[in-house]
C-alpha cells in the first residue's frame, strides 16, 4: 500500500511558475516510478510526466516538456514538478501516482496508487 500527497497548488498568472510536491509514504517496492497526471474539467485524465524513482530517466507530454520538469528526492521519497512558462490550458487538477516496476508509462490504467490531487488554475 502507498499513500501519496500532493501539495504547491494554487492561482498563479499566464507566465508565472508553480512546484508541486508528491510526498509518499508506506513505499516497498524495489523499483518504481512516480507520475503526474492532470484533469481539467470536462476531461479525460492525461499525462504530464513521470521519473524512475532513483532518478535519470524521465518522460515528458509533449505538451509540457519544454515548460516543466520533474524531480524526486530519494531522502525523503518526494517527487516534484516545477512548471515554468504557465499557460491558461494548464489549469487543471494535478495528480500524483506511483507504479511498481522498471518502465515509464503515461497511461492512467498502468498506475494503481493514486493521491487526492491538488487544484491548479492559471489566469489569463
Known amino acids: 500500500q502507498v499513500q501519496l500527497e500532493e501539495s504547491g497548488g494554487g492561482l498563479v498568472q499566464a507566465g508565472g511558475s508553480l512546484r508541486l510536491s508528491c510526498a509518499a509514504s508506506?513505499?516497498?517496492?524495489?523499483?518504481?516510478?512516480m507520475a503526474w497526471f492532470r484533469q481539467a474539467p470536462g476531461k479525460e485524465r492525461e499525462f504530464v510526466a513521470c521519473?524512475?524513482?532513483?532518478?535519470?530517466?524521465?518522460l515528458y507530454a509533449d505538451s509540457v516538456k519544454t515548460r516543466f520538469t520533474i524531480s524526486r528526492s530519494m531522502a525523503n521519497d518526494t517527487a516534484y514538478l516545477q512548471m515554468d512558462r504557465l499557460k491558461p490550458d494548464d489549469t487543471a487538477v494535478y495528480y500524483c501516482?506511483?507504479?511498481?516496476?522498471?518502465?515509464?508509462?503515461?497511461?492512467?490504467?498502468?498506475?494503481?496508487?493514486w493521491g487526492q490531487g491538488t487544484q491548479v488554475t492559471v489566469s489569463s
Open positions: 508506506r513505499r516497498t517496492f524495489s523499483t518504481y516510478s
Open positions: 501516482a506511483v507504479r511498481e516496476g522498471w518502465w515509464l508509462k503515461d497511461a492512467p490504467g498502468e498506475y494503481p496508487w
Open positions: 521519473i524512475w524513482h532513483k532518478g535519470g530517466r524521465t
